[in-house]
Nanobody, 123 residues
Framework: QVQLVESGGGLAQTGGSLRLSCVASGDTLRSYGMGWFRQAPGKEREFVAGIKGTGTITNYKDSVKGRFFISRDNAKNTVFLQMNSLKPNDTAVYYC????????????????WGQGTQVTVSS
């Protein structure tokens, strides 16, 4: 079983950048498809970005393509989400997730979740 801890959230201005990190413990991340989800107030949790456990295949929600970039450092057991050109509607709690299917880059049903980190983008 893997435990996930996110960090890097905070307050940013429109057009700014933030980098989220997700450190895993209890297992090696290369065994999992990894991803980031977000949940805004009053809305359902939604997929943002995913990356396969092996290789560099990624997948993104359409509205973040070209602005957000997911990467992983398996040696450090860490997944990152670089968020650029932030917009107020990116405001949400961002969650790191792991899927037992290491070939998954869209994580239809994650098996493990982090506790979340708040991202707030001011206009």
């Amino acid at each position: 079983q893997v435990q996930l801890v996110e960090s890097g959230g905070g307050l940013a201005q429109t057009g700014g950048s933030l980098r989220l990190s997700c450190v895993a413990s209890g297992d090696t991340l290369r065994s999992y498809g990894m991803g980031w989800f977000r949940q805004a107030p009053g809305k359902e949790r939604e997929f943002v970005a995913g990356i396969k456990g092996t290789g560099t295949i990624t997948n993104y929600k359409d509205s973040v393509k070209g602005r957000f970039f997911i990467s992983r450092d398996n040696a450090k057991n860490t997944v990152f989400l670089q968020m650029n050109s932030l917009k107020p509607n990116d405001t949400a709690v961002y969650y790191c997730a792991a899927d037992n299917n290491k070939l998954s880059a869209n994580l239809p049903s994650p098996d493990f979740w982090g506790q979340g980190t708040q991202v707030t983008v001011s206009s």
